[in-house]
């Protein structure tokens, strides 16, 4: 409670009562941002299936498990002595390990490419292509490295490198 308010000469004067307050209930859901999709629907959420709903490309598809990637220098090194198919949009190295483990995968953009943005949406074209296209082909016991192109990896049209891989493929099993 406050305190009345006293006049100039110390008597209490009467205020008025303070002024109605305005209340505003939030929304529950943040309304999407102008000029964006609303949101991705979750897993478990939808149609109301068994199958909890995903988004193509991403885990949890129905790929299986990730592939294997190569990670220390001399694996690059190695598979750059091995076979070599070279095609429109990437270059394709592989050589045999000599085991019978999983097939391993590695990618590389160089400086080339571009700067950083466009060097790693090659590797990510590059991911999706191996993940999609070379893992069900590829050889237990090989290692894999796909190269990016400068200025073909990134714009290259999706179907042709799917007919690039499949034809760098024969060329480096034949």
Do not use: C
Request: overall charge positive; glycine content about 10%; charged content about 20%.
């Amino acid at each position: 409670m406050t305190p009345p308010r006293l006049s100039e000469a110390g008597t209490p004067q009467e205020t008025e009562p303070p002024a109605a307050v305005l209340s505003y209930e939030l929304p529950t859901e943040a309304p999407a941002p102008l000029g964006l999709a609303p949101a991705l629907p979750t897993a478990g959420t939808g149609s109301g299936g068994d199958a909890p709903e995903t988004v193509a490309g991403t885990p949890g598809a129905g790929e299986g498990p990730a592939p294997e990637t190569l990670r220390h220098r001399a694996d690059f090194l190695k598979a750059a002595q091995g076979r070599k198919a070279g095609t429109g949009g990437f270059l394709l190295q592989a050589r045999a390990r000599g085991d019978a483990a999983a097939p391993r995968f590695g990618f590389t953009a160089s400086k080339k490419i571009g700067n950083a943005v466009f060097r790693n949406r090659a590797k990510r074209r590059l991911r999706a292509l191996a993940r999609e296209f070379l893992a069900p082909v590829a050889r237990a016991g090989w290692d894999y490295v796909l190269v990016a192109k400068p200025g073909a990896t990134v714009v290259r049209d999706w179907a042709l490198l799917q007919s690039d891989l499949a034809e760098a493929i024969a060329r480096v099993h034949k």
